[in-house]
């Protein structure tokens, strides 16, 4: 049986609270981390659809390894702009993605949860 780290699965466990009522999938990824997909997420009115899911790995060196990229489904705007340099379309886990680069370069793993990462992620694609 492959095992998640401790921290991971407490990761795992807040991420579940945070987004209470969204499906959420765990698989082990092979060396204590773990692929961590949050269904039925609403990114806001600017996309089409407007609810995806949110996509990402928690790897074994959490908290103090900064949980990135994440992932959604293939979203596109509303306003027929396109994605900024942050975002790109790749494969994720055997689904088509876009892959969201944006990276905590002042995080502090006290407080800098991966569930608080994720909702960062969602408010910044709902606030594009």
Partial sequence: MISIATAV???VEVVRVHFAGHPVEVVPDGTGGAFVTIEQVPIG????????WLGFQINAAY????VYPHYTGPVVRNDGQPHGPA???VPWRDRQALQISRR??????????????AERIRRWLADQ
């Fill in 9 to 11: 699965a407490e990761a």
């Fill in 45 to 52: 009115a600017s996309y089409s659809p407007s609810v995806t």
């Fill in 87 to 89: 975002i790109q379309a």
């Fill in 104 to 117: 905590s370069a002042r995080r502090d793993p006290a407080v800098d949860s991966a569930a608080l990462k």
């Fill in 63 to 66: 908290p103090d390894a900064d």
